[in-house]
């Protein structure tokens, strides 16, 4: 079978993780259990997760010149994923994520986004080549929105597939909403990007449906334990999620948008991408960390062949 090729352009993060047993008030301290590092970054692991599930994949990104950068770029070899367009920032440090992850898996991040903020035009222009001949591109919002909105115009001269996921939360134009095939946003995204407080599923239709008349072809908004909802101008699906034992939901959403993102590229209907990328988001739930916990294609059978 012919491996579908993605584009990820987006960040590259080193995560420093705690687990916690709650997440602290605002002026309280909390003790945690021992930190402890991951490769992460919505860019990195979407590309990471991209691969472990059969794609060929190119990263577009920076890391810093820093104990953490060459770390980074190992590791997405060692994930097969390309790294021709990884540039080392001089003088400037990766990408850090603060993590807290609480008792029950739910997590809360603040980002320092270092060199992650260097990506620009020029760099994505060198990868202009590995566009033209993708199928697809995959992009996020943890690097400069108009490098991103420029990517996504650059992709769709190329008529390629574009894979939006909105995180974290900006607001976006209806010329680029029109532009992209499939917008993936999770609760809290889609109330910043639509103004709708997303609640429960009929909040969260209004919101997909304000996305719709705004522009938006497809619309997976990801819901958490309350699965996922596939709206496009045609209909409307409710995906309820698998029951697991969580215990990190870091990288979740990334796992359900690259999964979702194959799922397409391998002809599979749009309901059936989602229910695979709902699985992919399931698993990725089920162990700490981000590229730590992200499934490959044979864990997804093999959670296919026990349900
Ligand atoms: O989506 C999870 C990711 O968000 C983490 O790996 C962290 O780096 C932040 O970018």
């Known amino acids: 079978m012919k491996k579908p090729k993605i584009v990820v352009v987006g960040s590259i993060n080193i995560d420093l993780v705690v687990k916690s047993y709650k997440f602290p008030l605002p002026g309280e301290t909390v003790i945690g259990n021992a930190m402890q590092t991951f490769p992460g970054g919505k860019g990195a692991n979407q590309a990471v997760a991209a691969s472990r599930l059969g794609a060929d994949v190119q990263m577009v990104g920076c890391v810093g010149d820093d104990v953490f950068g060459e770390d980074l770029i190992g590791n997405l070899k060692t994930n097969r994923v390309g790294t021709d367009f990884v540039r080392k920032i001089k003088d400037k440090s990766s990408g850090i994520a603060m993590i807290i992850v609480s008792e029950n898996g739910q997590n809360s991040i603040v980002l320092a986004p270092g060199a992650n903020m260097m990506v620009n035009k020029e760099l994505v222009e060198k990868a202009e080549n590995v566009i033209k001949n993708s199928d697809a591109l995959i992009v996020q919002f943890e690097i400069p929105l108009d490098v991103v909105f420029y990517t996504i115009d650059m992709a769709k001269t190329f008529k390629k597939k574009i894979f939006l996921n909105p ?130 294609r044979k864990d997804i059978e093999m959670f296919l062949k026990n349900i």
Do not use: W
């Open 167 to 296: 995180a974290p939360a900006q607001k976006i134009p209806d010329a680029i909403l029109k532009k992209v095939d499939y917008i993936i946003p999770n609760e809290t995204e889609a109330t910043i990007i639509t103004g709708i407080q997303v609640k429960d599923l009929n909040t969260a239709q209004r919101a997909a449906s304000n996305l719709i008349n705004r522009g938006s072809k497809s619309v997976i908004l990801t819901l958490g334990e309350n699965g996922c909802l596939l709206v496009s101008e045609k209909e409307m699906i409710h995906l309820s999620a698998f029951s697991i034992n969580v215990v990190d939901t870091t990288s979740a959403g990334d796992a359900f948008v690259s999964a979702f993102a194959v799922g397409i590229l391998r002809n599979f209907t749009e309901k059936r991408a989602a229910e695979y990328a709902n699985i992919a988001g399931a698993l990725a739930s089920t162990k700490l960390g981000a590229q730590s916990s992200l499934p490959t």
